[in-house]
Nanobody, 124 residues
Framework: QVQLVESGGGLVQAGGSLRLSCAAS????????MGWFRQAPGKEREIAAS????????YYADSVKGRFTISRDNAQNTVYLQMNSLKSEDTAVYYC?????????????????WGQGTQVTVSS
């Protein structure tokens, strides 16, 4: 069992930055690929970024590529999402998820555990 707790969301102006954190319980964090998903009001949940269990491989959605950076610290059981140059369309609830596999994945069905989400609101 893995429990995930996100933090770092909030209200920011367009062009600003936020750093999301996701703290995981358990001693097997390094055995999971991790992902950040987001769900905007009235829209389906979508992948933002994913990272391999060692951190050496990443995936980014086209909509965030060049602005967001996913990273992880396996010693701290934490995954991060650094979000720069934020836009109003980045407004969403952001979810952290863990997949019992090595490589990054965009498929929500690959993820075994999910956090409760953290709200990010970007004002224009």
């Amino acid at each position: 069992q893995v429990q995930l707790v996100e933090s770092g969301g909030g209200l920011v102006q367009a062009g600003g930055s936020l750093r999301l954190s996701c703290a995981a319980s358990g001693r097997t964090f390094s055995s999971y690929a991790m992902g950040w998903f987001r769900q905007a009001p009235g829209k389906e949940r979508e992948i933002a970024a994913s990272i391999s269990w060692g951190g050496g491989s990443t995936y980014y959605a086209d909509s965030v590529k060049g602005r967001f950076t996913i990273s992880r610290d396996n010693a701290q059981n934490t995954v991060y999402l650094q979000m720069n140059s934020l836009k109003s369309e980045d407004t969403a609830v952001y979810y952290c998820a863990a997949a019992r596999r090595d490589r990054p994945t965009t498929l929500q069905s690959d993820y075994n555990y999910w956090g409760q989400g953290t709200q990010v609101t970007v004002s224009s």
